[in-house]
């Protein structure tokens, strides 16, 4: 046989031989896309590799992504993006003008909503709705100590305040003892004192007077309520008060008072705040006109931040409770093998193709290295 005949027809040998096994492996990656049976013997290599493997690689993909792509610390990043944040608050306070300036009334904004609630019970319902909230809340916290619910900053103020108080009470009680009324008083108390000690009285009254005795212990009295011990005695009284009052519980504070009566006036005063039934039948935009560039440019500028902030704060917990892995591995499961060939093809055709011509000119490349062998050993 020719040489020359002889070396193209092993290159193209070789070439077929190269450029359909890639094909053919590419191909098997996806296809065939279930088992194959003969009686009961299962052809080798069926399904294809992804439909075979599918369900290792959807946990594979949902770890990838919670582990390299959707992370808590990337999320964090882009929602502080001083850029993110104010596209955020522009894009909110669009959002938020156009609704508060649309034509829907408060009724027709609230049925969907709660339906059960029309103009004429809507105050009644909002203030059963607040005391059976506010009564639940109180009864899954009976043990507890006001303390506990209060804030500690909280706590903190109060007790500035009980000082500043005591302050207060020394400087009315100073104040008090040195006005004509309060040396009336005064006067009035040791007069009253003498009368009800008889003779004993008579005669400490006839001994020093009356008016002398009254006028030093008056003047006494004014200078120990101005004093600094009195001061911090009044202080230490009242700090031992509060601190008493945040040690009650709940349970204790409920049998002071009248649980009921209390509920009543607190959802009462509140509903009172935000009298529904007057503007049920009004459009948004005339209930919200008068605080409407107000709540746009001041509210939305102070709830966002505060949400960003409060979102990157519970990032971790958020990502742990959406059970990102499992969705992405559910979705990835779910997904038709056809569907996602025609996915990973429609994105990687071009190299799939380079692949197979790469292998075919792999495969001419051994042809013409076989042929060139074969030729020598003829030789």
């Given amino acids: 046989m020719n040489p020359i005949l002889f070396t193209i027809m092993m290159m193209a040998i070789g070439a077929l031989i190269g450029g359909v096994t890639n ?33 290792e690689l959807a946990r594979q993909l949902g770890n990838m992504v919670v582990e390299h792509l959707v992370t808590p610390s990337g999320l964090r990043n882009k929602l502080l993006n001083e850029t993110f944040r104010d596209t955020l608050i522009r894009k909110s306070r669009k959002e938020v003008d156009g609704f508060l300036q649309s034509e829907i009334t408060l009724g027709e904004l609230l049925a969907p909503v709660a339906p059960e609630l029309t103009k004429d019970n809507v105050h009644l319902e909002l ?27 909280w706590e903190e103020q109060g ?11 020394q400087q009315k009680i100073a104040s008090y003892l040195e006005s004509a009324d309060g040396r009336y008083r005064v006067k009035a108390l040791i007069n009253d004192y003498f009368e009800k000690h008889g003779m004993f009285g008579q005669l400490l009254s006839s001994i020093f007077g009356s008016k002398s ?3 030093r ?10 004093k600094e011990e009195t001061r911090q005695w009044i ?16 349970e204790d504070v409920e049998k002071k008072v009248d649980r009921e ?29 008068p605080i409407r560039d107000r709540v746009v440019e001041d509210g939305v500028a102070f709830v966002v931040p505060k949400a960003i902030d409060f979102l ?20 990835v499961e779910a997904f038709e093998v056809a569907r996602l060939e025609d996915l990973v093809l429609g994105i990687s055709r071009r190299e799939f193709k380079m692949i197979t011509y790469l292998g075919a000119m792999l495969g001419g490349f051994v042809g013409l290295l076989q042929s060139g062998i074969v030729l020598l050993i003829g030789l």
């Fill in 23 to 55: 094909s053919l492996a590419i191909r098997m990656l996806f296809r065939p896309y279930h088992p194959i049976y003969i009686g009961r013997f299962k052809l080798p290599f069926t399904p294809g590799l992804i439909p075979k493997r599918q369900g």
């Fill in 127 to 153: 203030e059963k709705q607040l005391k059976d909230r506010i009564g639940g809340w109180l009864d899954r916290r009976k043990d507890k100590q006001l303390r506990e619910l209060v804030p500690g900053k």
């Fill in 159 to 169: 007790e500035i305040a009980t000082k500043r108080a005591s302050r207060y009470v």
């Fill in 213 to 215: 005795i009254s006028e």
């Fill in 217 to 226: 212990l008056h003047g006494t009295m004014v200078r120990y309520a101005s």
């Fill in 235 to 250: 202080e230490d009284i009242m700090l031992e008060e509060y601190d008493y009052l945040l040690g009650l519980t709940v």
């Fill in 261 to 289: 009566e209390v509920l009543t006036s607190f959802a009462e005063a509140l509903t009172s705040l935000v009298p529904l039934e007057r503007y049920w039948d009004k459009p948004l935009s005339e209930i919200s006109s």
């Fill in 312 to 331: 990157s704060a519970q990032m971790e917990s958020i990502i742990k409770h959406l059970h990102l892995s499992d969705i992405v591995k559910e979705q």
